[in-house]
């Protein structure tokens, strides 16, 4: 498993503030991810990153902003945190050229926006 | 588009029983990846078991076993002799192409001592 960190663990902020989520990752993989989850729905994609400075969109994007300056770090940013960011927020990675294309998860980080 | 579905919502047993965790999926891609993960009380997501598409063989790993059969897209999930550990969410996936997965909606399993 790749060595995975989250950080915060937990936060509680209010409605119109600015939030940054950090994924940290020691196995150098390429890929990294952010998911969300929430009761009903399972994890949904939120953005995701192929390489330093490159990402993309998720299925749920609306609200969130990205960046990768460094293989190791992929930050979600939740530019005005509202109500309905409130979510249990994973980080994932994948090893390039994994053919089996395992994701590999981080502990999670518990958002509470009130 | 990709689905995966979990129509079992929760599931209670009592231990020793054997259960098993349906995951029925959609994709119109002939290469893809199917997966389990599971979700204990403690929040984390543990790597079970990955399939791709041109291996139908059955797989099992202990107590655990896995049932694919791409005739049916579904791809289920058999615990034998359960034991109160295994109490968790599991969720079955579905790679698509080579940048997200798909998850359903997890099946929350309750083993009773």
């Known amino acids: 498993d790749a060595g995975i960190t989250q950080s915060p663990r937990h936060k509680v902020t209010e409605t119109g503030t600015p939030v940054t989520l950090r994924c940290h990752q020691t196995?150098?993989?390429?890929?990294m991810y952010w998911y969300r989850q929430d009761p009903g729905h399972g994890l949904r994609l939120i953005h995701y990153?192929?390489?330093?400075?490159?990402?993309d969109k998720g299925e749920v994007s609306d609200g969130y902003s990205v960046s990768r300056s460094k293989t190791e770090d992929f930050l979600l940013t939740l530019e005005s945190a509202t109500s309905s960011q409130t979510s249990v927020y994973f980080c994932?990675?994948?090893?390039?050229?994994?053919?089996?294309?395992?994701?590999?998860f981080g502990p999670g980080t518990r958002l509470l926006v009130l | 588009a990709q689905k995966v579905t979990q129509a079992q919502t929760e599931i209670s047993v009592v231990e020793k029983e054997d259960v098993t965790l349906d995951c029925v999926y959609e994709?119109?891609?002939?290469?893809?990846?199917l997966f389990w993960y599971k979700q204990p009380p403690s929040g984390e997501l543990v790597f079970l078991i990955r399939?791709?598409?041109?291996?139908?063989q059955n797989e099992i790993s202990g107590r655990y076993s896995w049932n694919f059969q791409k005739s049916t897209s579904s791809f289920n999930f058999t615990i034998t002799a359960s034991q109160v550990v295994d109490s968790a969410v599991y969720f079955c996936?579905?790679?698509?192409?080579?940048?997200?997965?798909?998850f359903g909606q997890g099946t929350r399993l309750t083993i009773n001592p």
């Open positions: 994932a990675t994948r090893l390039a050229g994994d053919t089996q294309e395992t994701q590999y």
């Open positions: 399939r791709n598409s041109f291996d139908e």
């Open positions: 994709t119109r891609d002939t290469t893809y990846y």
């Open positions: 196995e150098n993989h390429r890929y």
């Open positions: 996936a579905l790679s698509e192409g080579a940048q997200k997965l798909v």
């Open positions: 990153s192929y390489g330093v400075k490159d990402t």
